[in-house]
Structure formats: structure tokens, C-alpha cells
């Protein structure tokens, strides 16, 4: 049954909702997005290890790579948040005590046949610019959240849209840290063609049939980040993530030759704060 792998990561992620019960009324530590840190506070990160990740959007094949993010963190004098992170700028702010508000500019970068040999023969995506403007609503340690990603230069990914909810808890020590997320995700017709379309062009140069998916139903993603702090400085940290994708992205002929309706990418890896 296709739903069985998704199914089991919801019963997983509602394990640790359950486990997470009866902690902390406020969010302890959770997304930074979430987090009421000291005004006029900046914080420094850099998190590196390895990442596991399909080669694209429903691949069955799968790369592992380093991967380093550098993080600068300041909460302004209104209470603003503000991140800069490799390829990534965001501010966030509170509308009340329950809602909050994000914008954020991210770096997407493209995909040809040089970096994965099986879509050698398809047209190139472009890297690109992407927005993304959210809203989370915030009750206790969990929340949920709508957001809205455009591609800001037209260069193919279009539009995507999210809705979903998380959980934080943090042990009365402080020494460890679990988030679990899960999300649905709808695209538009722009977006579905450039990651599972086949277009005349590819048919003809991959032998594979052509398929236009249009807009819909993309994936549903469950994510579990733990994270066991070593000493003021130093942690450790995995992260974890399922995607399924729905019939929109899995009857191409693209993702039934070289694909799979569930993936996985797993993170493991260390984070220092200066």
C-alpha cells in the first residue's frame, strides 16, 4: 500500500508528541523563528556532517555529501529576528503573543545532466531565487504554520504551498532537544512540470513518456531533528525526514523509471556556538 510509509512516520511523530506531553508550556528552544531570544542579542552557529538525499525531486537514487551551514542570528530592538545563513536571509516577527510572521530569501540552486548522469538527457533547470512568506500560530511548545514560495525570477519552480504543525520538547536539563514536523504541499502547474514533467523534448532525447502533471497534491514530509548539547559550545545533532509524494508526481514516467513515492534524507553531523 502506497500510504503504509507515511502512515508509519505520522504514528512515529505522534509517539513523540505523546512523549512530549506534560513538559514545558513554552517553547524551550524549537525552530529559531519561534525562539524570544534578549534584544539586541547576536548569536553565531556553524553546523557541518553528512547528508544522505535523493539526487532530485522522488529519486530511488540516492547521494551522500558533506554539508556546513554558518548561521548569524540578531534580535533587533522591536523584537524582530533576524538570520543570515549560507544562501539564506529571514526575518521573523510577532504580530501578538500567538502569531508570527516570516520572510525569507533563499538561494535554489539548479539542476542539469552534469550533476545527476539520469536527467543528462532533459532541458536544464536554472538556479533561481526563492521567497517565502509564513505564518505560525504558536500554543505552548507546538505550532502550526501556512506558507506561501514563490519563485521570485520565473525560471520554472513556480509556486508551492504548505500547510503543517510541529512539536518541541526539551529535557529539564536542558541538554536535549527534539523537534518533529509534518507538512502537506500543493504546486502549481509551473513547479509539478519542472520536477516531474517530461516535456516533448526530454521524450524524445530520454525515450521516456511524455507527462505533464499540472498543479495539485505534491508531497507530505514528516521530519524528526534531535539535537544533545555536549557543553555550551559543542552539540550533536541528526535529522531525519520522509517524503511522500502523491499521484501528481508519481505517475510520471520520469519518477516510475528512476523514482520512488517515498523518500528519505538523513543528517548527521556536530554544531559549535561561538
Not at 547521494?63 to 529576528?81: C, H, I, K, M, S
Request: charged share 25%.
Amino acid at each position: 500500500m502506497k500510504t503504509t510509509p507515511i502512515i508509519a512516520t505520522a504514528i512515529a511523530l505522534a509517539a513523540t508528541f505523546t512523549l512530549c506531553q506534560g513538559q514545558t508550556e513554552v517553547n524551550p528552544r524549537g525552530p529559531w523563528y519561534l525562539q524570544s531570544q534578549s534584544r539586541g542579542d547576536w548569536r553565531f552557529e556553524a553546523y557541518f556532517g553528512m547528508e544522505y538525499e535523493p539526487a532530485f525531486a522522488a529519486s530511488d537514487d540516492y547521494e551522500t555529501e558533506p554539508t556546513l551551514d554558518l548561521r548569524a542570528l540578531y534580535t533587533g530592538p522591536n523584537g524582530t529576528r533576524y538570520r543570515i545563513s549560507l544562501g539564506e536571509v529571514a526575518a521573523t516577527f510577532d504580530l501578538n503573543e500567538k502569531l508570527a510572521a516570516q520572510v525569507k530569501l533563499e538561494y535554489e540552486e539548479g539542476r542539469d545532466g552534469e550533476d545527476v548522469a539520469i536527467l543528462e538527457n532533459f532541458e536544464e533547470v536554472r538556479t533561481t531565487l526563492e521567497g517565502e512568506f509564513s505564518l505560525f500560530y504558536k500554543w505552548g511548545p507546538a505550532y502550526g504554520f501556512a506558507v506561501f514560495q514563490p519563485d521570485l525570477l520565473g525560471r520554472g519552480k513556480g509556486m508551492v504551498y504548505f500547510i503543517g504543525a510541529g512539536r518541541d520538547w526539551m529535557s529539564q536539563d536542558g541538554d536535549l532537544f527534539i523537534g518533529s514536523r509534518i507538512d502537506l504541499s500543493f504546486a502549481d502547474a509551473d513547479h509539478m512540470m519542472t520536477e516531474f514533467g517530461v516535456s516533448e523534448i526530454d521524450a524524445l532525447n530520454s525515450g521516456l513518456e511524455p507527462y505533464t502533471p499540472g498543479d495539485g497534491l505534491k508531497s507530505s514530509t514528516a521530519s524528526l531533528f534531535i539535537e544533545y548539547k555536549l557543553n555550551e559550545k559543542w552539540s550533536l545533532f541528526s535529522d531525519l525526514e520522509a517524503e511522500y509524494y502523491f499521484s501528481k508526481a508519481t505517475d510520471s514516467s520520469l519518477i516510475k523509471q528512476y523514482g520512488s513515492s517515498t523518500t528519505y534524507e538523513f543528517l548527521l553531523g556536530a554544531g559549535f556556538r561561538f
